[in-house]
C-alpha cells in the first residue's frame, strides 16, 4: 500500500497529537530525556496505535460469500457465534471478535482462515 499525500499529512497531525498525548522531552526533574529514552517511549506508543488500528480493521473484514470447510473432514461449517480471537504480533497484541463455524460431523468449531 502507498500512501497518498493526504493520507500522510493526516497521520502526521495524528503524530503530533500523539505527542501531545506522550508528552514532553523532559524528565519530571527537568533532565532532558535521551534519544533512546525519547525512541522507546514513541515505539510504544506507536505500537499501541498500530495494534489497535489493526484489530479495527481486522474485525471490518467481510465474512466469506461461501461458508469455509472444516480443517479436519473438510464438510461444510456451519455459521457459528462470535468468538473474541486475539493474536500476538511483532506490534503487540491484537483482538477483536470474529464468526466461528462449526462442524456438526466432528462436533467442532473453528475459525474461517485469516488468509
Ligand atoms: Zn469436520
Known amino acids: 500500500m502507498k500512501l497518498s499525500v493526504t493520507q500522510r499529512e493526516r497521520l502526521a497531525e ?12 523532559l524528565h519530571p526533574d527537568g533532565r532532558a530525556m535521551t534519544f533512546m529514552e525519547l525512541e522507546d517511549e514513541c515505539i510504544e506508543a506507536g505500537d499501541l496505535i498500530t495494534s ?26 456451519a455459521p457459528g457465534p462470535d468468538e473474541p480471537r486475539v493474536l500476538q504480533t511483532d506490534r503487540g497484541e491484537v483482538s477483536w471478535m470474529e464468526p466461528t463455524c462449526y462442524c456438526r460431523h466432528c462436533r467442532r468449531s473453528f475459525f474461517p482462515s485469516l488468509g
Open 14 to 25: 495524528i503524530a503530533r497529537e500523539a505527542k501531545e498525548i506522550v508528552g514532553g522531552s
Open 52 to 77: 489497535a488500528m489493526l484489530g479495527q480493521r481486522v474485525a471490518e473484514r467481510q465474512p466469506p460469500q461461501q461458508l469455509p470447510c472444516c480443517p479436519t473432514c473438510d464438510r461444510e461449517g
